[in-house]
C-alpha cells in the first residue's frame, strides 16, 4: 500500500503527515506493508529541508523527520500511489493540476477521510504547529483505520 501526502510547499503538512502515518505504522506493526511519501504542489521548496516548527513538533512524539527535503509530485506519482492525500482545497485543486485526472479514485482531502472535510491548518500562516498536529493526526488516525478495514492490513 503506497500513500502519498501533499501540501503547497512540502516542509510543514504533508511531511508531518508522512512521518506521523509511519510512526502509526511502526507502532501497529505494518511499517513493511506500507510505503509513506509526501510531496509539494509548487517547486518553492524543493530541495529544503522540513521546516523547524513540523521538526521540533515531531520530536515532542520522538518522531524524527532527518533527511527529508522538499520534492514535487509528479505526474506519473498517480501510477505509483494508492492513496493521494492534499491537506487543504488549494493543494487539491493543484494535485489535479498535475495528475490531470482521477479515474480510480485515489485522491482525498485528508480530514474528508475523518468525515470532518475541513483544511488542515496550515502553520506557515498560523504558526500554530499543535492545531497542525492534532488536524494531521485525527485524519491519519482515520486513514490507517480505513486502510486496515478495507485492505485487511
Given at each position: ?117 475541513r483544511d488542515v491548518a496550515d502553520p506557515w500562516y498560523t504558526g500554530d ?25
Amino acid at each position: 500500500m503506497n500513500i502519498m501526502f501533499v501540501c503547497h510547499g512540502n516542509i510543514c503538512r504533508s511531511p508531518m503527515a508522512e512521518f506521523v502515518m509511519r510512526d502509526m505504522a511502526k507502532k501497529q506493526g505494518i511499517a513493511d506493508k506500507l510505503y509513506i511519501a509526501s510531496a509539494a504542489t509548487s517547486t518553492e521548496e524543493i530541495g529544503n529541508p522540513v521546516h523547524h516548527g513540523t521538526r521540533n513538533k515531531l520530536k515532542q512524539y520522538g518522531i524524527s523527520a532527518a533527511g527529508k527535503t522538499a520534492v514535487q509530485l509528479r505526474k506519473d506519482d498517480y501510477n505509483k500511489y494508492d492513496y493521494i492525500i492534499g491537506m487543504d482545497e488549494w493543494n487539491m485543486r493543484n494535485i489535479m493540476r498535475i495528475i490531470r485526472s482521477d479515474p480510480e479514485n485515489k485522491v482525498y482531502k485528508l480530514l474528508a477521510i475523518s468525515g470532518s472535510g475541513r483544511d488542515v491548518a496550515d502553520p506557515w500562516y498560523t504558526g500554530d504547529f499543535d492545531v497542525t498536529y492534532d488536524d494531521i493526526s485525527e485524519g491519519c488516525t482515520a486513514l490507517m483505520n480505513e486502510i486496515r478495514r478495507k485492505y485487511g492490513i
